[in-house]
Structures are given as structure tokens and as C-alpha cells.
């Protein structure tokens, strides 16, 4: 895994060329990838899961990264990446990328009686209408999720459209939203790693009260607190 920090005003890169061996995956899958599609369960049955789900070994398994709200699991060829809000030195979303797609992570508090990616799911789509893009309401394998399409500007000023999938998980006391970045957005068979990454999560909500949808903090894992100053 390679950690890099990203500043807060920093794009996902869905750029190709992150490690991984492509015909190596393709192997590996063969005939059995349309079986395992088909068994693949819908929803949270399978993960993500709360910490209070798992038991303390599997947290503390060496291919986990402790990042705070969220444990999550390394893969082959997996980039790591942090958005860090440069003011404050919080880390605001979790970056998986490999190969040209990628996958963001956040995680808010919500209440305890109901989830809220219904009324959030809402609010994205009303957003991505607001700036000239659509969205769609889609059923994937976590439920109800948003494909948005959005006009994005790159440096050099051009104008060009960018398609994510919004996928949003109600745990308990927690809502973790995931954004599918790449060709993993638009190409069912490059989504699987993706989603596989998902259902790796852990989400650690702790017990103190907080405020629906406040952020849940994150932090920057063991051992790369030293790196990331040196590099500043």
C-alpha cells in the first residue's frame, strides 16, 4: 500500500498505471465471476460491518489499516490516499485506488432509530441537478444508489463529464457513503474490486453522542504520521 496525503482541494485521480496485474485478475476470475455475481448478497450482510460485528482479532489483522472511523483492508496493487483539509490537518475521505478506478469513503454519524441515505440521497441528486448534471436512481448490490453524471473542469479549463456511482450504507448509529470513481463507474466488470473493498470496511462509531451527519473522525494510519510531516 502507498499512503499519500491530498490536500482538501484535490480531485480523485482516475488516472491508469497503479500497479495490479490486470490478466493475472482476469485468470483468477475465468468462468466463475457470473456465478459469484449471481450469488453476491444485496445489502449489509456481507459487510460493510460495525466494529461491534467483528471480533478484536480481525481488527487487528495485519492486512487491516487502522484509520480512525473506518478499518479497511488492503488489496494487491491498491493505492491508499487521504484527502486532509490543509487548514486544519483533519482527514476528511479515504481514497482506494487501483489501477483507473477509484473509491472514496466517508462516514457520519446518524441516529439511532432510522438510517438517513434516503433523505442524503436526496439531497445529492437535487445537487448534482443544481450544477447541470443528472442523476439516477439505481438498485446495485448495497441497495438504492445514485448514478450521477456532472460536468467537471479539468486544469486546463475544459468542460467534461464525469459519471460516479454514490452508494450509501445506513449502519447502526452510522451512514457510510462510498463515491465509485473511473471506469469502475461506468464498467460493471471493473466494479467488483470496488465493491469487494466496500464490503472489507469497518466502521468504528465509538459511543460518544454527536449530531447526525457529523463527520466521523479519521486519522492517519500507524506509522505514517512521520512520513507525511517530512514530506510537508
Given at each position: 500500500?502507498?499512503?499519500?496525503?491530498?490536500?482538501?482541494?484535490?480531485?480523485?485521480?482516475?488516472?491508469?498505471?497503479?500497479?495490479?496485474?490486470?490478466?493475472?485478475?482476469?485468470?483468477e476470475?475465468?468462468?466463475?465471476d457470473e456465478?459469484?455475481?449471481?450469488?453476491?448478497?444485496?445489502?449489509r450482510?456481507a459487510?460493510?460491518?460495525?466494529?461491534?460485528?467483528?471480533?478484536?482479532?480481525?481488527?487487528?489483522?495485519?492486512?487491516?489499516?487502522?484509520?480512525?472511523?473506518?478499518?479497511?483492508?488492503?488489496?494487491?496493487?491498491?493505492?491508499?490516499?487521504?484527502?486532509?483539509?490543509?487548514?486544519?490537518?483533519?482527514?476528511?475521505?479515504?481514497?482506494?485506488?487501483l489501477?483507473?478506478?477509484?473509491?472514496?469513503?466517508?462516514?457520519?454519524?446518524?441516529?439511532?432509530?432510522?438510517g438517513?441515505?434516503a433523505?442524503?440521497?436526496?439531497?445529492?441528486?437535487?445537487?448534482?441537478?443544481?450544477?447541470?448534471?443528472?442523476?439516477?436512481?439505481?438498485?446495485?448490490?448495497?441497495?438504492?444508489?445514485?448514478?450521477?453524471?456532472?460536468?467537471?473542469?479539468?486544469?486546463?479549463?475544459?468542460?467534461?463529464?464525469?459519471?460516479?456511482r454514490?452508494?450509501?450504507?445506513?449502519?447502526p448509529?452510522?451512514?457510510?457513503?462510498?463515491?465509485?470513481?473511473?471506469?469502475?463507474?461506468?464498467?460493471?466488470?471493473?466494479?467488483?474490486?470496488m465493491?469487494?473493498s466496500?464490503?472489507?470496511?469497518?466502521?468504528?462509531?465509538?459511543?460518544?453522542?454527536?449530531?447526525?451527519?457529523?463527520?466521523?473522525?479519521?486519522?492517519?494510519?500507524?506509522?505514517?504520521?512521520?512520513?507525511?510531516?517530512?514530506?510537508?
Open positions: 500500500m502507498i499512503f499519500r496525503r491530498k490536500g482538501k482541494n484535490d480531485e480523485a485521480e482516475t488516472t491508469g498505471g497503479f500497479f495490479g496485474d490486470e490478466e493475472d485478475a482476469a485468470a476470475g475465468g468462468a466463475s456465478a459469484a455475481e449471481a450469488a453476491a448478497p444485496v445489502g450482510s459487510g460493510p460491518f460495525d466494529s461491534t460485528e467483528v471480533d478484536a482479532t480481525t481488527l487487528e489483522a495485519e492486512d487491516r489499516i487502522d484509520l480512525g472511523a473506518l478499518v479497511i483492508t488492503g488489496m494487491p496493487g491498491m493505492e491508499l490516499r487521504l484527502q486532509v483539509d490543509e487548514a486544519s490537518g483533519d482527514v476528511q475521505a479515504v481514497l482506494l485506488v489501477e483507473d478506478s477509484a473509491l472514496e469513503l466517508r462516514a457520519f454519524a446518524a441516529p439511532k432509530t432510522s438517513i441515505w433523505e442524503v440521497r436526496r439531497e445529492i441528486a437535487a445537487e448534482a441537478t443544481r450544477m447541470g448534471g443528472t442523476a439516477s436512481e439505481t438498485e446495485g448490490p448495497f441497495g438504492t444508489e445514485l448514478v450521477l453524471v456532472v460536468p467537471v473542469e479539468d486544469p486546463e479549463g475544459q468542460i467534461f463529464s464525469q459519471t460516479s454514490v452508494i450509501g450504507i445506513d449502519g448509529r452510522w451512514l457510510l457513503r462510498a463515491t465509485v470513481l473511473g471506469r469502475a463507474a461506468v464498467e460493471p466488470d471493473a466494479a467488483p474490486p465493491e469487494q466496500l464490503r472489507n470496511v469497518v466502521v468504528v462509531r465509538g459511543n460518544e453522542p454527536m449530531a447526525p451527519r457529523e463527520s466521523l473522525a479519521l486519522r492517519l494510519p500507524a506509522g505514517a504520521q512521520a512520513a507525511t510531516e517530512e514530506e510537508a
